[in-house]
């Protein structure tokens, strides 16, 4: 079955740096979208970050809110998707949550990771 799990998150000072990893099984990895969310309680899950399939470039695009700040990438020999997170702001308190979609309605998520802000 499809598991996306997630790893990486915890507390860090503001301007820190912390680096989310999600791990994928189950599925043609290469061929899929895959996004990186985050969600603050009271809010509305927000797509932070997102890349697309091998097929298609592996194109990326940011939120105004982390560009330049954050780097997503994907390492296809290990189904694992990355996000580094670099001058970590206190506002960048949230879950964080990996996404893999795609074709004929394929849609998965982990189970999250807490990334804390320290300010």
């Known amino acids: 079955q499809v598991q996306l799990v997630e790893s990486g998150g915890g507390l860090v000072q503001t301007g820190g740096s912390l680096k989310l990893s999600c791990a994928a099984s189950?599925?043609?990895?290469?061929?899929?979208?895959l996004n990186w969310y985050r969600q603050v309680p009271g809010k509305e899950r927000e797509l932070v970050a997102l890349?697309?399939?091998?097929?298609?470039?592996?194109?990326?695009n940011y939120a105004d809110s982390v560009k330049g700040r954050f780097t997503i990438s994907r390492d296809n020999a290990k189904n694992t998707v990355y996000l580094q997170m670099n001058s970590l702001k206190p506002e960048d308190t949230a879950v964080y949550y990996c996404?893999?979609?795609?074709?004929?309605?394929?849609?998965?998520w982990g189970q999250g990771t807490q990334v804390t802000v320290a300010s």
């Open positions: 996404n893999a979609n795609g074709w004929r309605g394929f849609n998965y």
């Open positions: 189950g599925f043609t990895f290469s061929r899929y979208d």
């Open positions: 890349i697309t399939s091998t097929s298609t470039g592996s194109i990326t």
